[in-house]
């Protein structure tokens, strides 16, 4: 097994900034700003779906479970995943959506494999953006907007991410060819 990391910077942005920061504010309010979590789970689920389709693997899975508080882990969120991976003819998994303390089970899996080769200084780890995302969530919008918005602004925000996506998956590109040319013209 030969372990890669991925720079997922340059497809982050785009998929954060999506159509500008105006245009993101007038359709998604205050939302906008807050979905770096979501846009950060949305870019690894792409990147993930890329590598599948270059390597010819047809299941994906990931640890998001119903413990978490940031992005889409509610049913409606993870049921668009599951459809959205299944266009690339890819099925996508949650095997520890349900487990209580998944983090556990998680660990024990891992403890029984071989260890991966990373080197800890290359390792992903949100600098923040979470941080003021989840109190966002949790101290301003859902109080004042409440669950039934907050699914409706996420779906159409996934929706026209998925879009964007469409035209990454289908490009042929490498990952640094489309996204830093995208960047850029913004």
């Not at 689920?45 to 270059?54: D, G, R, S």
């Not at 640890?63 to 996508?92: H, M, P, V």
């Not at 969530?137 to 996934?158: A, K, N, Q, V």
């Amino acid at each position: 097994m030969v372990h890669h990391i991925v720079d997922m910077q340059a497809p982050f942005q785009f998929f954060y900034r999506g159509k500008g920061y105006l245009q993101e504010l007038k359709k998604y309010g205050t939302l906008a700003r807050a979905t770096l979590c979501t846009a950060c789970d949305f870019t690894m689920i792409v990147l993930t779906l890329k590598f599948c389709l270059e390597n010819e693997i047809r299941n994906a899975c990931d640890g998001g479970n119903r413990g978490e508080f940031a992005g889409f882990l509610d049913e409606w969120g993870t049921a668009a995943i599951q459809s959205f991976s299944k266009r690339y003819g890819i099925a996508w998994d949650y095997p520890v959506y349900d487990t209580d303390r998944c983090g556990i089970e998680l660990l024990e899996v891992g403890l029984a494999s071989n260890p991966p080769i990373l080197f800890s200084r290359s390792q992903v780890s949100c600098r923040g953006g979470g941080l003021f995302a989840n109190i966002h969530m949790r101290c301003y919008f859902l109080p004042i907007h409440g669950c039934d918005r907050y699914r409706e602004l996420t779906l159409s925000w996934l929706d026209e991410r998925m879009k964007m996506a469409d035209v990454f998956l289908r490009s042929g590109q490498s990952t640094v060819e489309f996204f830093e040319k995208r960047n850029r013209r913004r």
